[in-house]
């Protein structure tokens, strides 16, 4: 199946930094998602970003699909941007229907 | 509101006993998973469906049965076969549009002893 790897596994911060995130996978993908678990293990979906680039406020999204990765930034860091980030792709052997997630990225910001 | 439940929020078994995890989603969506995470790990995918009465293996199914009888319920039972059940699980939905985001529920943490 495919692979999906997150990197810097950990990343702490002070308030107010700029961050980058970074996903590689292993195949062509149709389907990239990026997902924010708070400290209480909700999971919001941040992005669906297959290619190009998208922006939601701070947040912002970049996936260079022919080079198989994705970036996740995040500027002017808040102490509520802590939690775990993850990104998750479909299979492209399974359709679109089965999601594969990194092992994710635990971001803490230090007021 | 629209979204995705999952009851109960903890769960404690003893070692050898069934249980049963429930998520209601009253979203309309066609497909939904479960998925299984570990401390410090990512999700791992248990099942998935796709359509009522249809429902397909992820990557750690053993031990694990779903059933997928009404578009707005997808039940996952632990069996007494699954090996470390301890765990968070966390069950999602999305529509079948390729560009459609995950939705999750807030999860059953299950504690077997």
């Known amino acids: 199946g495919i692979q999906v790897e997150q990197s810097p596994p950990d990343l702490i911060l002070q308030e107010g930094a700029n961050s980058t995130l970074r996903c590689n996978f292993s195949?062509?993908?149709?389907?990239l998602q990026w997902f924010h678990q708070n400290p209480w293990g909700q999971l919001i979906n941040l992005f669906y970003?297959?290619?190009g680039t998208k922006q939601n406020g701070r947040l912002s999204a970049t996936t260079v699909a022919t080079e198989r990765y994705s970036l996740l930034y995040i500027s002017s860091s808040q102490t509520t941007d802590s939690g775990v980030y993850f990104c998750?792709?479909?299979?492209?052997?399974?359709?679109?229907?089965?999601?594969?997630f990194g092992t994710g990225t635990r971001l803490t910001i230090i007021p | 509101d629209g979204g995705i439940t999952q009851s109960p929020k903890y769960l404690f078994r003893k070692e050898g006993q069934n249980v049963t995890l429930s998520c209601e989603q009253n979203?309309?969506?066609?497909?939904m998973y479960w998925y299984r995470q570990d401390p410090g790990q990512g999700l791992r995918l248990i099942y998935y469906?796709?359509?009522?009465?249809?429902?397909q293996k992820g990557d750690i199914a053993e031990g694990y049965s779903v059933s997928r009888e009404k578009k707005e319920s997808f039940p996952l039972t632990v069996t007494s076969a699954q090996k470390n059940p301890t765990a968070f699980y966390l069950c999602?939905?999305?529509?079948?549009?390729?560009?459609?985001?995950?939705?999750f529920g807030n999860g059953t943490r299950l504690t077997v002893t």
């Open positions: 999602a939905s999305r529509d079948r549009e390729v560009n459609s985001p995950l939705h």
């Open positions: 195949d062509s993908v149709n389907n």
């Open positions: 970003i297959p290619s």
């Open positions: 998750a792709v479909a299979d492209p052997n399974f359709g679109n229907e089965k999601l594969t």
């Open positions: 979203l309309n969506h066609d497909a």
């Open positions: 469906s796709q359509i009522v009465n249809d429902f």
